[in-house]
């Protein structure tokens, strides 16, 4: 069941505000990572001023799962009522810097924690099962990029775009002081970054051709003995041919 309501006003000439809220309620979900009941809300605010549209954006997501159980070895473990959260910001600018010459750029921030009662197979052991409660979940996210436009004449455009994300996440378990436990494999940080640039050239007849080269870059910032990650880069070349008609 989904049940939800916005409103969007025009707070004054240039500037437009909106919210939103949106209730969800899911009957006996079918697997454990999925919740009972969600509320998101969120709030806009945009700023269309020539030479520049600015936008602002932030989103916040409470979920809760009531009476979750596991089964472990044919019997049925008590998981708690774990809860989690999930917080998004971002901004948006867009901004015209001459003839033929437009600009854009965004930042992005998320992250979402949970703390949840886990259950693990004994693999024979002694005990039925290895109980391992509150064990706590995070992960956080922050991307930027720019982009740039310039058309040098009717039949000749430009482009360039830049990104970067820095990205971590991980669980953080009760039993980590042994060697091999779920934190230990499970956390890491990269960090990510992607280079492009592009042309385009209009032909008669409404055709057009170009060429973007790509270049990307990833970089694993913490290091895992137990589940390595390797760095990559890679370069791609791609060619483009298209016609439009009118």
Do not use: C
Not at 134 to 162: I, M, P, Q
Not at 200 to 217: C, K, M, N, Q, S
């Amino acid at each position: 069941d989904v049940a939800g309501m916005s409103l969007t006003s025009r707070i004054s000439k240039n500037l437009q505000g909106k919210i939103g809220y949106r209730r969800r309620h899911v009957s006996a979900p079918a697997y454990n990572t999925q919740h009972d009941d969600s509320d998101w809300g969120m709030a806009e605010l945009k700023v269309n001023s020539a030479p520049a549209v600015v936008q602002l954006r932030y989103q916040v997501e409470l979920s809760r799962r009531n009476g979750l159980q596991y089964e472990a070895n044919n019997r049925l473990v008590d998981g708690g009522s774990p809860e989690s959260r999930r917080h998004w910001f971002s901004t948006f600018g867009s901004f015209f810097l001459g003839k033929g010459v437009t600009a854009s750029a965004h930042y992005a921030y998320a992250n979402r924690q949970f703390e949840q009662d886990l259950a693990y197979d004994s693999f024979g052991g002694e005990e039925l099962f290895i109980s391992d409660p509150g064990v706590s979940y995070r992960e956080e996210v922050h991307t930027l990029g720019a982009d740039l436009d310039v058309e040098v004449t009717e039949w000749l455009e430009f482009g360039a775009l830049a990104e970067y994300a820095d990205s971590r996440a991980g669980f953080q378990s009760n039993l980590d002081d042994e060697e091999g436990q779920l934190g230990a494999i499970s956390r890491m940080r990269l960090r990510q970054a992607r280079y492009s640039g592009r042309v385009i050239v209009h032909l008669p007849e409404h055709w057009r051709v170009g060429a973007t080269a790509t270049y990307f870059d990833n970089t694993n910032l913490r290091n895992r003995p137990l589940n390595p990650q390797r760095d990559g880069e890679a370069m791609i070349v791609m060619g483009h041919l298209g016609k439009s008609w009118q």
